[in-house]
């Protein structure tokens, strides 16, 4: 779907985060943020986001009552629409989750999950391969969403 990718870590140097193996097959940019900042106040993170010109950010990672949530309020504080998959976006305390959940609700943010983001791409694909492409992921997420 030629979505931006972007990694952002407190303090780890670029190519050491655990998620770079994964990832290294994608096109992605690496963002450090330094100690327990948002990585909101990482002006290259922020600059970098403005020159895409997307209005849509989805975010994901650790942990949703510090960075994820700080991140998002951020973001939708700058206009951006917010997403964040809660079951990609663990929570340090499971008390947290509901509390964040509703104030990332309450900032004009979104909480979803993978599959609904997914699903939604698949709708929106603009061709065949596209769509070929997100059906296998959508089927492995909705069947991991199974109760």
């Given at each position: 779907?030629?979505?931006?990718i972007?990694?952002?870590s ?7 985060h655990?998620?770079?193996?994964q990832?290294?097959r ?42 994820v949530?700080a991140t ?5 504080a ?12 663990p929570?340090?305390r ?5 509390v ?12 979803v999950?993978i ?7 698949l ?6 391969d596209?769509?070929?492409a997100?059906?296998?992921l ?5 069947s991991?969403?199974?109760c």
């Amino acid at each position: 779907m030629n979505v931006p990718i972007f990694l952002c870590s407190p303090g780890l140097q670029p190519g050491q985060h655990g998620f770079v193996e994964q990832l290294r097959r994608t096109s992605y940019r690496e963002f450090s943020a330094t100690g327990h900042n948002s990585s909101w106040q990482s002006v290259a993170f922020t600059e970098a986001l403005k020159r895409e010109d997307r209005p849509v950010l989805v975010l994901a990672g650790l942990w949703l009552e510090h960075e994820v949530l700080a991140t998002a309020l951020h973001a939708v504080a700058d206009s951006f629409e917010v997403y964040i998959p809660v079951d990609a976006t663990p929570a340090r305390r499971k008390t947290a989750v509901l509390v964040c959940q509703d104030r990332l609700i309450q900032a004009g943010g979104t909480p979803v999950i993978i599959s609904q983001i997914i699903h939604e791409w698949l709708l929106e694909a603009p061709d065949t391969d596209k769509r070929d492409a997100l059906a296998p992921l959508l089927a492995r997420a909705s069947s991991s969403d199974a109760c």
